[in-house]
């Protein structure tokens, strides 16, 4: 099949790098535009774009898939789908009737569970022990189309977020390209969704990522872990917002949000701080970082 293929960051690399490696032709690509990045605030093109670049690949680009345009632009291509892959942004109708077979889309969720922006993040806050990758037929409805294919992959007990969607993102990759092999044979049928099992993973924010020292040991663990690499899970001392790294819970009681050495209270065991980034400042290792703040018996992380 002909495909343009939709997507912007570094996790839908490895589908695009598939398909182009697979029997299917890929004629273009379609991400968001470039953004600015790092310390001089400069213009990057996204992971996806550098790959389609670097196959002569023609890349399209809208500030928004309503642009006025787009929709002639991508027929252009003639495409016969369009796989999408963390494109980030929502497919209005007319261009989700471009392709005749349709936009078939990688979600890192055993669909319905955890429809939305933050799929990984979400299961590893809610403690999932299992949870993996769906394909399905976008339609205009958050996650809603009928399902092609699924995956499974087991949360490891100190998984980040980057851990488990790195995995995710491989495996991935070859369930879409089997997935569009066989909706090219007629092998492949949407099932669609059930109704019960529905949840909701909108993208975690700033606020959220601030640890809740009152919680219990495991939820700090799963919050820190589900905000890693982003947005970054955080607390504050003496008034400054510090980052932190992966906790590791320990059976050391000590009251909540309190230090001793490296060791902070929760609401029911201490966790002891991995690497911390203090406002201003790049990653260190907690205990030198403590040692050199000297805290006062019983001061504690707010």
Known sequence: MRLVFAGTPDVAVPSLTALLDSGHEVVGVVTRPDARAGRGRALRPSPVKEVALAHGLPVLQPASPREPGFVEALAGLRPDCCPVV??????????????????????????????GAAPVQRALLAGD?????????????????PVFGVLTEQVRPTDTSG???GRLAEAGAGLLVATLD????????????????VSLAPKLTVEEARVDWSAPALRVDRLVRACTPAPGAWTTFRDRRVKLAPVTVTDVALPPGVLDGDLVGTATTAVRLGAVRPEGKGDMDAAAWLRGLRPAPGEALA
Request: glycine share 16%; no cysteine; charged share 15%.
């Open 182 to 197: 066989g909706l090219e044979t007629g092998g492949v049928t949407g099932v669609p969704q059930p109704v019960d099992g």
């Open 163 to 165: 851990d488990l969607l």
């Open 86 to 115: 963390a494109y980030g942004a929502l497919v209005p109708r007319p261009v989700l009737d471009v392709p005749p077979r349709g936009w078939v889309n990688l979600h890192f969720s055993l669909l319905p569970a955890w429809r």
């Open 129 to 145: 022990e299992v949870t993996g990758a769906s394909t399905f037929l976008l339609e205009e409805g958050m996650d809603t189309g």
